[in-house]
C-alpha cells in the first residue's frame, strides 16, 4: 500500500482566495482525520470521519472551513476564503481499528496565505 | 492550556550519549502513543503504551507508561544522528481520537 497520500505537497495562495487540500487514505481504513500542525500549537485536530461520516468537526477553525468525504478513498479539506493566519501544515492520517489506535500520516501539505 | 506537556522542547546532543524526554499530564489515558515525526513528513508510529508502568523497548529507545497511566518517558541509549527529529507523544481517552502534545526537538550531533 501506498500510504496515505496528500496533494499538493505544498501550496502558496493569496488571502481571499480558494484553497483544496485533498487525501486518499489508507484503503480499508474507516477513520480519517484532518489535522493541522504550527510551531505555536502543534498538532491540532480539525474534522474526523468515520465510514465516510462527519463525526466531530468541532475542532474546524470557523465557517472558511469545510471538509467533504465524498466516497471511502477520498478527502478534501477546503478554505475559503483563505487568510494569512491560516499558514500551516494539514496533515491527513488514517487509521484501521479506531480513534485510539495508531494513525497513518500522510507527509502534510504545506499552506502559505500571503 | 496543553493537555499533554512535553519536556523539553529542544534537546541538542552529541552521538553517542543518552537522554530521556518527557510527556506529562494530570489526566489518565488508556493508553499512550509516542511517534516520531521528520522534516517534511508526518509523524510516524513508534510503540503504542496501555498498561500502567508497562516498559517496551525499541532497539535503543525504551518507552515507559507511568503507574497512574498519566505520564510516559522515552530513553534513547547511545543516540545516533538518524534519532534526529520531532518526538510527539499522543494520549487516547475514552471514544475521542488522540490529542498530540506539543512534542521534543531531537538533534544528535555527530
Known amino acids: 500500500d501506498a500510504g496515505v497520500i496528500q496533494s499538493p505537497r505544498h501550496e502558496v495562495t493569496e488571502m481571499g482566495q480558494e484553497v483544496t487540500l485533498r487525501c486518499k487514505p489508507i484503503s480499508g481504513h474507516d477513520y480519517l482525520f484532518w489535522y493541522r500542525q504550527t510551531m505555536m500549537r502543534g498538532l491540532e485536530l480539525l474534522i474526523y470521519f468515520n465510514n465516510n461520516v462527519p463525526i466531530d468537526d468541532s475542532g474546524m477553525p470557523e465557517d472558511r472551513f469545510s471538509a467533504k468525504m465524498p466516497n471511502a478513498s477520498f478527502s478534501t479539506l477546503k478554505i475559503q476564503p483563505s487568510e494569512p493566519r491560516d499558514s500551516a501544515v494539514y496533515f491527513c492520517?488514517?487509521?484501521?481499528?479506531?480513534?485510539?489506535?495508531?494513525?497513518?500520516f500522510g507527509s502534510g501539505t504545506r499552506l502559505t496565505v500571503v | 492550556t496543553q493537555l499533554l506537556e512535553q519536556s523539553p522542547q529542544f534537546l541538542s546532543i552529541q552521538e553517542g550519549e543518552n537522554l530521556t524526554v518527557y510527556c506529562n499530564s494530570s489526566s489518565v489515558f488508556s493508553s499512550l502513543q509516542w511517534y516520531r515525526q521528520e522534516p517534511g513528513e508526518g509523524p510516524v508510529l513508534l510503540v503504542t503504551v496501555v498498561t500502567g508502568g508497562e516498559v517496551k523497548k525499541l532497539k535503543r529507545l525504551t518507552f515507559q507508561f507511568g503507574d497512574a497511566r498519566k505520564d510516559s518517558s522515552l530513553h534513547i541509549t547511545a543516540a545516533q544522528p538518524g534519532d534526529t527529529g520531532l518526538y510527539l507523544c499522543a494520549g487516547a481517552r475514552g471514544n475521542t481520537p488522540l490529542v498530540f502534545g506539543k512534542g521534543t526537538r531531537l538533534s544528535v550531533i555527530a
Open positions: 492520517a488514517s487509521s484501521l481499528r479506531g480513534v485510539n489506535y495508531g494513525y497513518t
